[in-house]
Nanobody, 122 residues
């Protein structure tokens, strides 16, 4: 059974940092593109970042460029999202997803985790 599990969310003050993890079980993460998405209340789910299976290509949404870094450790079957200089507008449920193509289109990812809440507030 293919499963993705996110962790690392929480409450952080503006300007703070969090590192999200996306751990896979039941399949080999190294064969898939991994995307991070987020969904704030009342808003559509949006792509934040993604990383190719070969770890040679990454993409960041303009809103997080320079602040977030995606990385993968295929030996640990895990992908990370390091989030620095967090802003209140980064508050959302963050999801990781696995798919075949480097993309931030939600429909391009057939496998999803359950999400982890990130709240940026003073």
């Amino acid at each position: 059974q293919m499963q993705l599990v996110e962790s690392g969310g929480g409450l952080v003050q503006p300007g703070g940092s969090l590192r999200l993890s996306c751990a896979a079980s039941g399949f080999t993460l190294a064969y898939y593109v991994i995307g991070w998405f987020r969904q704030a209340p009342g808003k559509e789910r949006e792509g934040v970042s993604c990383i190719s299976s070969s770890d040679t290509s990454t993409y960041y949404a303009d809103s997080v460029k320079g602040r977030f870094t995606i990385s993968r450790d295929n030996a640990k079957n895990t992908v990370y999202l390091q989030m620095n200089s967090l802003k209140p507008e980064d508050t959302a449920v963050y999801y990781c997803a696995a798919g075949p193509l480097l993309s931030t289109v939600v429909a391009g990812y057939p496998y999803w985790g359950q999400g982890t809440q990130v709240t940026v507030s003073s």
